[in-house]
């Protein structure tokens, strides 16, 4: 079971708008419409940004939003702001109740 | 208010055994699955394993099968991460980690964090 492949690094100017990809295997990510996407700061714990691939828990702006095709998904923040600069790390169901993350992602704006 | 509240930092030495904590509040324990995600130092998440606490039934990534051992103690609302024998590629940050309400596969709550330093 291998981790999802992020970019290491992704940078934007604010207001601007930067897409992260997630891209896993036709065993994690295209099997199940089930990605999930967190945002970390230093020193913090993980905060959950996107679920079930698009959709965004209650307080999360909708600057931020998620999508898949085939064994990839996606997360795209527009409307940088500085306060967007962290990790980012997609996570996947991957069957017989396992999950696989990603390498993360830093964001610098 | 749901909130997974996490033992404290540890320092060990190779070869000690090591259980840490999470107890849960604010929400029915039984109902809802806690898990357990390790970030090696300057490294991403990776996700351990988990347990129903409403049957004590853990399922383990393969990575970490038989390296550490998931249990809950429903009494007391706490679910624990334990391992026999530490060795220095263990040191980490733990989380323990709930599902959200309505979504069994993502992670809406998450515990403090407990730092683990093991020594050689």
């Known amino acids: 079971q291998s981790a999802l492949t992020q970019p290491a690094s992704v940078s934007g100017s604010p207001g601007q708008s930067i897409t992260i990809s997630c891209t896993g295997t036709?065993?994690?990510?295209?099997?199940?419409?089930?990605v999930s996407w967190y945002q970390q700061d230093p020193g913090k714990a993980p905060k959950l940004m996107i679920y079930?691939?698009?959709k965004r828990p209650s307080g999360v702006s909708n600057r931020f939003s998620g999508s898949k095709s085939g064994n990839s998904a996606s997360l795209t923040i527009s409307g940088l702001q500085a306060e967007d600069e962290a990790d980012y790390y997609c996570?996947?169901?991957?069957?017989?109740?396992?999950?696989?993350f990603g390498g993360g992602t830093k964001l610098t704006v | 208010e749901v909130q997974l509240v996490q033992s404290g930092a540890e320092v060990k030495k190779s070869g000690e055994s090591l259980k840490i904590s999470c107890n849960g509040s604010?929400?029915?324990?039984?109902?809802?699955?806690i898990g357990w995600v390790r970030q090696m130092p300057g490294k991403g998440l990776e996700w351990m394993g988990f347990?129903?606490?409403?049957?004590?039934?853990?399922t383990y990534s393969p990575s970490f099968q038989g390296q550490v051992t998931i249990s809950a103690d429903r009494s007391i609302s706490t679910a624990y991460l334990q391992w026999s024998s530490l060795k220095a590629s263990d040191t980490a940050i733990y989380y323990c980690?709930?599902?959200?309400?309505?979504?069994?596969?993502?992670?809406?709550?998450w515990g403090q964090g407990t730092l683990v330093t093991v020594s050689s």
């Open positions: 996570c996947s169901y991957a069957g017989g109740s396992t999950w696989v």
């Open positions: 079930e691939g698009s």
């Open positions: 980690a709930r599902r959200g309400n309505d979504d069994y596969y993502s992670i809406a709550y």
């Open positions: 604010g929400y029915r324990f039984t109902s809802y699955w």
């Open positions: 036709s065993s994690d990510v295209g099997s199940y419409n089930l």
């Open positions: 347990i129903s606490p409403g049957d004590s039934d853990a």
